[in-house]
């Protein structure tokens, strides 16, 4: 069955309930990976690819924004509310997106393996039985090209350049793996979403894909592979998070908490 | 050709009004009073960069949040323009994009003393997106007649961006300017904290001997005063017509002289903020160039080091 | 020398806006590579206009005329080469009771022809 607008969707409650879920999932992981971007903000390696970073920075927010339009238009709160009016428990970006940003390497790689999933996840709803959400997803897909290539680049070139670059990408790598799994996945309803043709396939056909294009990225970066994607310690996806999550927020909501009624 | 010959010709081409370029032969006077000006606005432009950056993460709704992202990306993609006419001026003595950022933490480059300045509230982020900016915006526009021909090419694209920069600034300021008496205030009092900064930001109003250099060439065309009146003739009266207060008892125009009367920055403060870095930011914010530059060499060596592996495949 | 691995190369940047226009020459940047150059080439010269295409191409690789008038100078009358050197046509088919006619005219009247022939096709 087909959900052709927010009015039709409304109507199974059900479907609402784990529909939103999914929507969280989605600008919760754009929001706070885009906020993260936003501080390298002056501070990348060159002039060049400082200018080129902040635009992935906007692709993100815009997509996140995109996501809370489609959760207000079910009947949650405005766009803005939703992003700067919620606890981190609230929360269902995966945990690994939150953290600090460590070095250029730690971005690099957290930012492509998120890509890469981000590129599986669109394609899992790219068909929804939510119009809506197929749709942007479509969009969204195609402005994430560009970002998939982007890390690429960068992931294979650190990786092959050897020395102190391969040397932090490895260590990179070994402090996201533990926190892959948190990411790499559909949150609590999966199966209903399946059921009801929200997302087209499970946790474990996104995660099989993406060990195959990966694998091939850690070769031509000349990397070991890690091995199985454990399951996380602290899941995003059910509302657990790091005091990080915590610390950005407050970070992010300082103007907003001033004075959430007024117009800034 | 002797050293005259060619002097005398090219200053005939500076009267004529024609254009420079890079490849062009110069004298050593002008080429040194190019790089001095052009690194000096392509660091203010990163230097720039951060007073609003701090407040990115911090901007309160989500347009606001991509809106400032954009323009301080944007004044990073200036830095970027201008570091590349400075760096093929400053290319036959030798110096090149690295030594060109390394002279900002090592304080052989200036930069604006608005850029020294605290950005406190989000009222400082926004009199700096529409009063510095303006500021620089009637700086650049007087420049894009400049005699150098690859700055007036980039000014006319900075130009064309900052017009963005203008409506964004506005923007924040009207709805604060519209909003509660808390946002009113912090209104107030960043324009308080901004004013004195942003008159000495035209400069000294005497003309300089290395301004009169920069006029003698057509490097610039008009004054620091000149600037600065035009600043007070676009701004005061909008200023004024949000119900803001300017700090400063004497201000009035002056219908005789055709001018505005003001009261005189602190010129030997701003001046000292400007030359040694006392301003109370610069030296954070150097410190945060030199952590991207320096901190990230081994990134910039890599991306090299891997080229030449991807090339000998 | 060890500072100069640090050294990016300089690279000039090229745009072509659509399919019917050639690419135009926009400004230049340092990067490590062409692929990197492309990347960054995009987000630093395309942030609001739309491109089709993109060149980068390493600056020692371009030859250029010097700013030399003399290079691109032309005394003497080449009047027989332009349009402006026909103007007597307009007086001669007037002889013949004819109007001058421009290339322009006809341009637009063969354009005109195809979109009225599409207009009956639909």
Same mark, same amino acid.
């Given at each position: 069955?087909?959900?052709?607008?927010?009015?039709?969707?409304?109507?199974?409650?059900?479907?609402?309930?784990?529909?939103?879920?999914?929507?969280?999932?989605?600008?919760?992981?754009?929001?706070?990976?885009?906020?993260?971007?936003?501080?390298?903000?002056?501070?990348?390696?060159?002039?060049?690819?400082?200018?080129?970073?902040?635009?992935?920075?906007?692709?993100?927010?815009?997509?996140?924004?995109?996501?809370?339009?489609?959760?207000?238009?079910?009947?949650?709160?405005?766009?803005?509310? &939703?992003?700067?009016?919620?606890?981190?428990?609230?929360?269902?970006?995966?945990?690994?997106?939150?953290?600090?940003?460590?070095?250029?390497? !730690?971005?690099?790689?957290?930012?492509?393996? !998120?890509?890469?999933?981000?590129?599986?996840?669109?394609?899992?709803?790219?068909?929804?039985? !939510?119009?809506?959400?197929?749709?942007?997803?479509?969009?969204?897909?195609?402005?994430?090209?560009?970002?998939?290539?982007?890390?690429?680049?960068?992931?294979?070139?650190?990786?092959?350049?050897?020395?102190?670059?391969?040397?932090?990408?490895?260590?990179?790598?070994?402090?996201?793996?533990?926190?892959?799994?948190?990411?790499?996945?559909?949150?609590?309803?999966?199966?209903?979403? &399946?059921?009801?043709?929200?997302?087209?396939?499970?946790?474990?056909?996104?995660?099989?894909?993406?060990?195959?294009?990966?694998?091939?990225?850690?070769?031509?970066?000349?990397?070991?592979?890690?091995?199985?994607?454990?399951?996380?310690?602290?899941?995003?996806?059910?509302?657990?998070?790091?005091?990080?999550?915590?610390?950005?927020?407050?970070?992010?909501?300082?103007? !907003?908490?001033?004075?959430?009624?007024?117009?800034? | 050709?002797?050293?005259? @010959?060619?002097?005398?010709?090219? *200053?005939?081409?500076?009267?004529?009004?024609?254009?420079?370029?890079?490849?062009?032969?110069?004298?050593?006077?002008?080429?040194?009073?190019? $790089?001095?000006?052009?690194?000096?606005?392509?660091?203010?432009?990163?230097?720039?960069?951060?007073?609003?950056?701090?407040?990115?993460?911090? %901007?309160?709704?989500?347009?606001?949040?991509?809106?400032?992202?954009?323009?301080?990306?944007?004044?990073?993609?200036?830095?970027?323009?201008?570091?590349? @006419?400075?760096?093929?001026?400053? %290319?036959?003595?030798?110096?090149?994009?690295?030594?060109?950022?390394?002279? @900002?933490?090592?304080?052989?480059?200036?930069?604006?003393?608005?850029?020294?300045?605290?950005?406190?509230?989000?009222?400082?982020?926004?009199?700096?997106?529409?009063?510095?900016?303006?500021?620089?915006?009637?700086?650049?526009?007087?420049?894009?007649?400049?005699?150098? %021909?690859?700055?007036?090419?980039?000014?006319?694209?900075?130009?064309?961006?900052?017009?963005?920069? *203008?409506?964004?600034?506005?923007? $924040?300021?009207?709805?604060?300017?519209?909003?509660?008496?808390?946002?009113?205030?912090?209104?107030?009092?960043?324009?308080?904290?901004?004013?004195?900064?942003?008159?000495?930001?035209?400069?000294?109003?005497?003309?300089?001997?290395?301004?009169?250099?920069?006029?003698?060439?057509?490097?610039?065309?008009?004054?620091?005063?000149?600037?600065?009146?035009?600043?007070?003739?676009?701004?005061?009266?909008? $200023?004024?017509?949000?119900?803001?207060?300017?700090?400063?008892?004497?201000?009035?125009?002056?219908?005789?002289?055709?001018?505005?009367?003001?009261?005189?920055?602190?010129?030997?403060?701003?001046?000292? $903020?400007?030359?040694?870095?006392?301003?109370?930011?610069?030296?954070?914010?150097?410190?945060?160039?030199?952590?991207?530059?320096?901190?990230?060499?081994?990134?910039?060596?890599? *991306?090299?080091?891997?080229?030449?592996?991807? %090339?000998?495949? | 020398?060890?500072?100069?691995?640090? /050294?990016?190369?300089?690279?000039?940047?090229? =745009?072509?806006?659509?399919? +019917?226009?050639?690419?135009?020459?926009?400004?230049?940047?340092? +990067?490590?590579?062409?692929?990197?150059? =492309?990347?960054? +080439?995009?987000?630093?010269?395309?942030?609001?206009?739309?491109?089709?295409? =993109?060149?980068?191409?390493?600056?020692?690789?371009?030859?250029?005329?010097?700013?030399?008038?003399?290079?691109?100078?032309?005394?003497?009358?080449?009047?027989?080469? /332009?349009? +402006?050197?026909?103007?007597?046509?307009?007086?001669?088919?007037?002889?013949?009771?004819?109007?001058?006619?421009?290339? /322009?005219? =006809?341009?637009?009247?063969?354009?005109?022809?195809?979109?009225?022939?599409?207009?009956?096709?639909?």
């Amino acid at each position: 069955m087909k959900f052709e607008n927010a009015a039709q969707a409304k109507q199974n409650e059900r479907v609402l309930t784990i529909l939103k879920d999914l929507l969280f999932q989605l600008a919760d992981d754009e929001l706070t990976l885009g906020h993260r971007d936003s501080e390298w903000l002056g501070l990348c390696p060159d002039i060049e690819g400082d200018v080129a970073f902040s635009s992935i920075a906007q692709d993100e927010v815009g997509h996140a924004v995109f996501f809370f339009d489609l959760l207000h238009e079910l009947g949650e709160e405005d766009p803005d509310s &939703l992003a700067f009016n919620r606890s981190s428990k609230a929360r269902r970006n995966g945990v690994l997106l939150e953290r600090g940003n460590g070095d250029w390497a !730690y971005s690099v790689a957290r930012h492509y393996f !998120y890509d890469l999933f981000e590129d599986l996840r669109l394609q899992a709803i790219a068909d929804s039985s !939510y119009l809506p959400l197929a749709h942007g997803a479509a969009k969204i897909r195609r402005e994430e090209v560009y970002h998939l290539m982007h890390m690429h680049l960068w992931f294979t070139r650190l990786g092959k350049a050897g020395g102190e670059a391969k040397e932090r990408l490895e260590k990179a790598v070994q402090s996201i793996w533990p926190e892959l799994g948190g990411l790499l996945s559909f949150g609590l309803h999966e199966q209903e979403l &399946l059921k009801h043709g929200i997302i087209s396939f499970d946790t474990h056909e996104l995660r099989r894909r993406w060990t195959s294009r990966m694998k091939a990225a850690f070769s031509e970066a000349g990397l070991m592979w890690p091995g199985e994607i454990p399951e996380p310690r602290m899941d995003g996806r059910k509302g657990e998070h790091s005091e990080e999550l915590d610390e950005l927020l407050s970070t992010m909501t300082e103007v !907003y908490r001033m004075d959430p009624a007024a117009n800034w | 050709m002797t050293e005259d @010959v060619r002097y005398a010709r090219f *200053m005939e081409r500076i009267e004529r009004g024609e254009k420079i370029e890079a490849t062009d032969w110069m004298p050593d006077e002008y080429r040194h009073l190019l $790089i001095k000006l052009i690194h000096m606005h392509a660091v203010s432009e990163i230097m720039g960069a951060y007073p609003e950056k701090e407040w990115v993460p911090k %901007a309160p709704t989500l347009r606001r949040k991509l809106a400032i992202m954009a323009k301080v990306q944007d004044e990073m993609g200036h830095g970027q323009l201008l570091l590349r @006419v400075a760096e093929d001026l400053a %290319a036959p003595l030798g110096k090149t994009r690295e030594d060109l950022v390394e002279d @900002v933490y090592k304080s052989r480059v200036k930069f604006h003393n608005v850029f020294h300045m605290e950005a406190k509230t989000w009222a400082d982020a926004g009199v700096i997106g529409w009063l510095v900016d303006g500021a620089a915006i009637i700086n650049q526009a007087a420049l894009l007649e400049t005699s150098y %021909a690859p700055y007036a090419r980039v000014l006319k694209r900075i130009c064309a961006e900052e017009s963005f920069h *203008m409506q964004h600034g506005e923007n $924040i300021i009207l709805a604060l300017a519209m909003g509660t008496e808390e946002q009113k205030q912090m209104l107030q009092d960043a324009l308080n904290y901004w004013w004195e900064s942003l008159l000495f930001f035209f400069g000294p109003k005497e003309v300089t001997p290395a301004a009169e250099r920069m006029l003698h060439y057509r490097i610039r065309t008009k004054t620091n005063e000149e600037l600065r009146q035009k600043f007070l003739d676009k701004y005061v009266p909008r $200023i004024w017509s949000i119900g803001l207060t300017i700090p400063d008892p004497h201000l009035r125009y002056d219908e005789e002289k055709k001018e505005w009367v003001y009261t005189e920055p602190d010129w030997e403060k701003f001046g000292r $903020i400007v030359r040694y870095n006392e301003g109370p930011k610069s030296k954070e914010r150097m410190e945060l160039r030199r952590t991207a530059h320096e901190g990230q060499r081994w990134v910039r060596e890599a *991306m090299i080091r891997s080229r030449m592996a991807t %090339a000998a495949v | 020398m060890e500072e100069k691995q640090t /050294e990016y190369s300089i690279f000039e940047v090229f =745009i072509q806006r659509t399919q +019917a226009e050639h690419h135009v020459h926009v400004g230049s940047l340092v +990067a490590p590579s062409p692929d990197v150059a =492309i990347q960054t +080439a995009r987000e630093n010269f395309l942030r609001r206009e739309k491109a089709v295409n =993109i060149w980068v191409v390493p600056r020692d690789q371009i030859t250029a005329t010097p700013y030399e008038p003399d290079f691109f100078t032309r005394e003497m009358d080449r009047k027989y080469r /332009e349009v +402006a050197g026909y103007t007597e046509n307009g007086r001669l088919w007037r002889m013949f009771k004819e109007k001058a006619i421009t290339l /322009e005219e =006809i341009v637009a009247y063969v354009e005109g022809r195809k979109a009225r022939e599409r207009k009956k096709q639909a």
